[in-house]
């Protein structure tokens, strides 16, 4: 998961570079390997049944909110979340992966 924080950031737990979620997983590659797993499936269950909107940040935080829910608390977390993940291209995966769907649908 080698978010490009800080280890002490008050979004990790203390001495990991592990984003404090839900299920207090504290192994990198684990949390890694959990929230691949989930997004991914969510992704895909958005792709059949798309959260209407016009891809503004009100709807990219629902998007959000929806694919992070099970791992991380989105509402109090959503811009420390968001801008980590952006720092490390998920936004831009994201945004790639929507806009072939748009295209496509």
């Known amino acids: 998961m080698a978010y490009s924080i800080e280890g002490s950031s008050h979004a990790c737990y203390e001495g ?3 984003l404090v979620n839900k299920l207090d997983i504290r192994d990198e590659a684990v949390l890694e390997t ?3 797993d989930i997004t991914v499936m969510k992704a895909a269950a958005l792709e059949a049944h798309p959260l209407p909107g016009a891809f503004d940040f009100a709807h990219y935080k ?3 909110q929806y694919l992070f829910e099970d791992i991380y608390d989105c509402d109090r977390d959503f811009l420390t979340i968001a801008t980590i993940q952006a720092a490390n291209g998920v936004l831009d995966h994201l ?3 929507f806009a072939e769907s748009i295209r496509e649908g």
Request: net charge neutral; hydrophobic share 35%.
């Open 16 to 18: 990991t570079l592990c």
């Open 62 to 64: 629902q998007i959000h």
């Open 95 to 97: 945004r790639q992966f």
């Open 34 to 36: 959990f929230e691949s």
